[in-house]
């Protein structure tokens, strides 16, 4: 049985997908690398498993990342999971530093990660935090540390223990959402892992080139999947965090969205967002802008 399963979710990225796999050079790790073509066309060439060894390519149709993800990760045979993109590629050093930390058997592993392309910079896991190694005990972080975590689980720079994965509802993967959808996985686990390796050494390099997420969008950021959930779905994961934490974290992360909606004048989005969350009129910005927009129609 491979102790790791590099799971590659796949979509027209045909122009970088080989570097990614030529990154993957293990020689003590048993890997396996499952690549889930989510409906590309052309399809990926299947003639490209003869040039890479421990590769098996599946082809579904157009579902999203989240589904072909979930796919990957349902096949596994691997210990742990590392979900990579195509874009991605992982740091010379990569087998170097996960062996050391997986002699400890975390559940979670979390790393660096370093944008390559428009952005040139690195991201620590828990940036701005004092102690950037050694174990997370998400029991112990306040909200605001807990919202700066779910932004820095980068999934090419994460691992996780197959058995752990399989306790959550794995990636988002409804209505083919491109924004959010990994954060959804990471919530859970914040909600109920006792504790999280981490390291601020630098595990995968992320190209930013080749990104399409909200590409034919007019302006912003698609709507996050996290924020589109209703609280109750996350209930039963509460055990690091009880259920008020919980739905505080929700308010304040959709809180932040309407602002946002609001900032970028998509009102029809926004609308429809409040309409589905009605608690969000107890937000002054909200009910600032909302009485200014019946004042000003007058």
Same mark, same amino acid.
């Given at each position: 049985?491979?102790?790791?399963?590099?799971?590659?979710?796949?979509?027209?990225?045909?122009?970088?997908?080989?570097?990614?796999?030529?990154?993957?050079?293990?020689?003590?790790?048993?890997?396996?690398?499952?690549?889930?073509?989510?409906?590309?066309?052309?399809?990926?060439?299947?003639?490209?498993?003869?040039?890479?060894?421990?590769?098996?390519?599946?082809?579904?149709?157009?579902?999203?990342?989240?589904?072909?993800?979930?796919?990957?990760?349902?096949?596994?045979?691997?210990?742990?999971?590392?979900?990579?993109?195509?874009?991605?590629?992982?740091?010379?050093?990569?087998?170097?530093?996960?062996?050391?930390?997986?002699?400890?058997?975390?559940?979670?592993?979390?790393?660096?990660?370093?944008? =390559?392309?428009?952005?040139? @910079?690195?991201?620590?896991?828990?940036? %701005?935090?004092?102690?950037?190694?050694? +174990?997370? &005990?998400? *029991?112990?972080?306040?909200?605001?540390?807990?919202?700066?975590?779910?932004?820095?689980?980068?999934?090419?720079?994460?691992?996780?223990?197959?058995?752990?994965?399989?306790?959550?509802?794995?990636?988002?993967?409804?209505?083919?959402?491109?924004?959010?959808?990994?954060?959804?996985?990471?919530?859970?686990?914040?909600?109920?892992?006792?504790?999280?390796?981490?390291?601020?050494?630098?595990? =995968?390099?992320?190209?930013? @080139?080749?990104?399409?997420?909200?590409? %034919?969008?007019?302006?912003?950021?698609? +709507?996050? &999947?996290? *924020?589109?959930?209703?609280?109750?779905?996350?209930?039963?994961?509460?055990?690091?965090?009880?259920?008020?934490?919980?739905?505080?974290?929700?308010?304040?992360?959709?809180?932040?969205?309407?602002?946002?909606?609001?900032?970028?004048?998509?009102?029809?989005?926004?609308?429809?967002?409040?309409?589905?969350?009605?608690?969000?009129?107890?937000?002054?910005?909200?009910?600032?802008?909302?009485?200014?927009?019946?004042?000003? @129609?007058?």
């Amino acid at each position: 049985m491979p102790k790791i399963s590099i799971i590659i979710p796949f979509y027209q990225k045909h122009q970088t997908v080989e570097r990614c796999l030529q990154s993957i050079t293990f020689s003590s790790i048993s890997y396996e690398v499952i690549i889930v073509d989510d409906g590309s066309t052309p399809p990926l060439a299947k003639n490209i498993e003869d040039k890479f060894p421990n590769l098996t390519i599946i082809r579904e149709k157009n579902s999203g990342p989240g589904a072909a993800r979930n796919k990957g990760a349902n096949i596994a045979r691997g210990e742990y999971l590392l979900f990579l993109d195509a874009d991605d590629f992982l740091h010379q050093d990569f087998e170097k530093e996960v062996s050391l930390l997986m002699d400890n058997n975390p559940e979670v592993i979390v790393g660096s990660f370093y944008y =390559v392309g428009k952005k040139q @910079n690195c991201q620590p896991f828990f940036d %701005g935090e004092q102690v950037r190694e050694g +174990i997370l &005990a998400p *029991a112990q972080i306040n909200l605001d540390q807990f919202r700066t975590a779910c932004n820095f689980f980068q999934p090419g720079a994460c691992m996780i223990r197959k058995d752990v994965f399989q306790k959550t509802k794995g990636y988002y993967d409804l209505k083919k959402i491109l924004f959010g959808e990994d954060i959804y996985l990471w919530f859970q686990v914040l909600l109920f892992c006792p504790q999280i390796e981490r390291t601020p050494k630098i595990l =995968v390099y992320v190209d930013d @080139n080749y990104s399409v997420l909200g590409v %034919g969008r007019k302006s912003g950021k698609p +709507i996050s &999947a996290l *924020a589109l959930c209703r609280d109750e779905e996350f209930e039963p994961y509460c055990i690091n965090k009880n259920p008020r934490f919980m739905r505080n974290f929700l308010f304040s992360y959709r809180k932040e969205l309407s602002n946002r909606l609001i900032y970028e004048k998509r009102y029809k989005e926004l609308l429809c967002f409040v309409w589905s969350f009605p608690q969000l009129f107890l937000s002054w910005s909200l009910l600032s802008y909302f009485v200014k927009r019946l004042i000003s @129609n007058k």
